[in-house]
């Protein structure tokens, strides 16, 4: 993977022939030197303050989660032809598969085109080049949901399927809580502090805490297991370490 793409990418503009743009949707793309997550999340969003999960949740709510969009996967690059392998996504599959032409203006400015849909993206880059990353996902069991975990810099994105797949087509508003419950976030990688949660795919756990940080450099290849209380854990009780060119070691909350 070209160093280039790897960081955070924050879209400005999403452009299609017919005029039509998107300025406001908030969306985040953390890409390792393999693995990537995405979240999209359309503006503006009703206040979820008061919710403690699925259950229970007030229709309008529910009914407004299916609008956003994420995935997380693998990206391949072949002569600036990038194609996002989309191993987890958060509406059903699309008509075409997730390719584009990226075009560099700068180190922190890309133009993506689409290839087998007719768009352009406008994505600005928050995290120097050279930043240290870390890359891992769960291990596939026959059942299992799908994990990504990746940081960049002083950011992390993760995801975690949900636990069935989705039986209704996307911009339904009555998918059932397990439907739902695909958790793609974001947060802030700060040295000694626990990673925190500042946006997700469920809002109501924005504030919360991912992890409290590594207690040593996770090595390429070995195999992680995260805490069981962590939502990682959903998709499994081992990781497996793909990149690591960074320590991102911190501080449980406690301070032990």
């Not at 529910?62 to 032809?81: E, I, K, M, N, S």
């Not at 989309?86 to 922190?108: H, K, T, V, W």
């Not at 993206?121 to 995290?127: D, F, H, I, Q, T």
């Not at 419950?181 to 500042?198: A, K, L, S, T, Y």
Request: net charge negative; hydrophobic share 35%.
């Amino acid at each position: 993977m070209p160093s280039e793409y790897v960081g955070l990418w924050r879209r400005e503009r999403l452009a299609r022939p017919d005029g039509w743009r998107d300025v406001t949707t908030e969306v985040y793309w953390l890409q390792s030197h393999g693995l990537f997550v995405d979240l999209r999340i359309p503006q503006p969003r009703p206040d979820f303050r008061g919710c403690a999960g699925l259950e229970n949740l007030p229709p309008e709510l529910a009914a407004w989660l299916p609008r956003q969009q994420g995935f997380a996967g693998r990206l391949t690059v072949d002569d600036g032809v990038c194609h996002w392998h989309r191993e987890l996504d958060y509406q059903p599959p699309g008509e075409f598969e997730d390719i584009g032409r990226a075009e560099f203006i700068s180190d922190a400015l890309m133009l993506e085109s689409g290839i087998l849909a007719d768009y352009t993206e406008v994505w600005r880059k928050a995290v120097p080049n050279g930043s240290g990353a870390l890359a891992m996902r769960a291990e596939k069991t026959p059942g299992g949901r799908v994990g990504i975990l990746v940081a960049v810099g002083d950011y992390f994105m993760y995801a975690v399927d949900r636990p069935q797949a989705l039986s209704r087509e996307s911009g339904h508003a009555d998918w059932t809580a397990a439907e739902l419950e695909c958790e793609i976030g974001f947060g802030r990688v700060r040295p000694g502090m626990p990673w925190r949660i500042e946006r997700c795919s469920l809002p109501f756990r924005e504030g919360g805490v991912l992890l409290d940080g590594f207690d040593t450099r996770p090595e390429p290849g070995a195999i992680w297991s995260p805490p069981e209380d962590c939502v990682l854990a959903k998709a499994g009780s081992h990781w497996r370490v793909v990149e690591c060119t960074a320590d991102f070691r911190g501080t449980p909350i406690d301070g032990d």
